[in-house]
């Protein structure tokens, strides 16, 4: 193969296994579906081995359902906000499951999902905020417009649902879960019993280190009992946590007050959730500042000054050409790519069990271009 040019995602078949494992494990035991959220991860290539592990796929609208429904042998599921008339139709074509997010949103489409055979839900907002410090990722902060509050739930709509979905979490572990399911049964648990399925949503970090796997088993086991329902989760980062990398190069070094390095690839556009969370991504063979010798402020190539992916200290000076290598960069950072200041994208590769590296895609400048005019 000829010499990779940086920057590239390099996604790792051994890593994506592994909590591929860890998912299809928890399935089997708690004896749920495990779908793959795809805002999280649409590197399509890889659904055919994730279908040998998860049930199926979910959606945010027509784009993602369609590419769920051409390349993921499974189930299709899909959630929006607000769904358009106009799309339904085709819609129908890709998806199994409808979630719904309010009472007038199933009253306006329920007709033509059923006549479908379509399995329906609706989105609860279980008020029950369990995350401190991220606003945008709360879907149960104050003013919501995501899901359907108690006061805002009709219960003569029952009739038209198969399930309830919910998502309040967000890279969380069980107790968060366990909170929210009790916040949610106080409140909704009347409903429950004839219903067939209720969706838990994403959010939940199965695959990390510390994530207590056994309480997700009991209280997805638990619901399973109680309501002789079935049960979804939706994951999309616990997927492929860790199991993605960005590599990137240094074009230059500098010394402003503290030394610089400019890398080839950009917070703004490769990585922008390292300003919009905002949070510090994690660089193989750094520390901290000031914990090794060398300590560099990594900033990318355009002209936004706060262009900025973080403080790091090095063993030894940068160089131009030094290659560093972001970890954990499979999630959300891919989906989220975008060419501002005429950047380009980077490639994606794929690195299969035996270490072999291949291409799976490359841009350019009509990648570039083509949204433009
Ligand atoms: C409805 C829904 N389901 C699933 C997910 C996936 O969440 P995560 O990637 O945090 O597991 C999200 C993320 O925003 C979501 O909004």
Redesign the pocket.
């Known amino acids: 193969m000829e010499q990779l040019r940086t920057p590239y995602f390099l996604v790792d078949e051994a890593l994506l296994r592994r909590n591929l494992e860890i998912l299809k494990d928890v399935q089997e035991r708690a004896g749920c579906k495990i779908l793959l959220?795809q805002?999280?991860f649409s590197m399509f290539a890889c659904y055919p081995l994730i279908s040998e592990y998860l049930s199926g796929t979910?959606a945010s609208g027509l784009y993602e359902a369609r590419l769920g429904r051409e390349h993921f042998p499974g189930e299709v599921h899909v959630?929006s906000p607000a769904y358009r008339e106009e799309e339904f139709g085709e819609l129908l074509q890709y998806a199994d499951h409808f979630v719904f997010n309010s009472p007038r949103q199933l009253e306006k489409y329920a007709a033509r999902a059923r006549a479908a055979g379509k399995q329906m839900g609706l989105r609860i907002n279980p008020e029950c905020s369990t995350q401190e410090g991220h606003a945008i990722y709360d879907p149960c902060a104050p003013g919501s417009r995501l899901g359907t509050t108690l006061e805002n739930f009709r219960p003569e709509q029952l009739c038209l649902l198969d399930g309830l979905h919910f998502?309040t979490l967000?890279?969380q572990n069980s107790d968060d879960l366990e909170t929210t399911l009790r916040a949610f049964e106080e409140k909704f648990g009347p409903y429950l019993k004839g219903l067939k399925w209720l969706n838990l949503?994403?959010?939940?970090h199965i695959t990390r280190a510390d994530y207590d796997r056994e309480k997700l088993i009991s209280l997805v086991k638990g619901l399973r009992e109680r309501y002789g329902m079935e049960v979804y989760l939706?994951?999309?980062?616990?997927v492929v946590l860790n199991a993605g990398f960005l590599v990137t190069s240094v074009l230059e070094t500098l010394h402003n007050g503290m030394d610089i390095a400019i890398l080839d690839t950009s917070a703004a556009c490769h990585m922008p959730d390292v300003l919009e969370m905002p949070y510090r991504p994690p660089l193989k063979d750094s520390g901290q500042p000031g914990e090794k010798a060398c300590t560099y402020r990594l900033g990318g190539p355009t002209c936004l000054a706060g262009d900025i992916i973080g403080d790091y200290s090095f063993d030894r000076p940068l160089q131009e050409g030094d290659t560093l290598v972001f970890e954990d960069m499979a999630?959300y950072t891919m989906v989220k790519t975008n060419t501002f200041n005429g950047m380009p994208l980077p490639a994606i590769v794929w690195r299969n069990t035996a270490g072999e590296l291949s291409v799976v895609r490359q841009f350019g400048y009509q990648d570039f271009k083509e949204r433009l005019s």
């Not at 949503?201 to 939940?204: Q, T």
């Not at 939706?234 to 616990?238: D, F, L």
């Open positions: 959220a805002k999280a979910t959630y998502h967000c890279e949503g994403g959010g939940h939706e994951p999309g980062e616990a999630l």
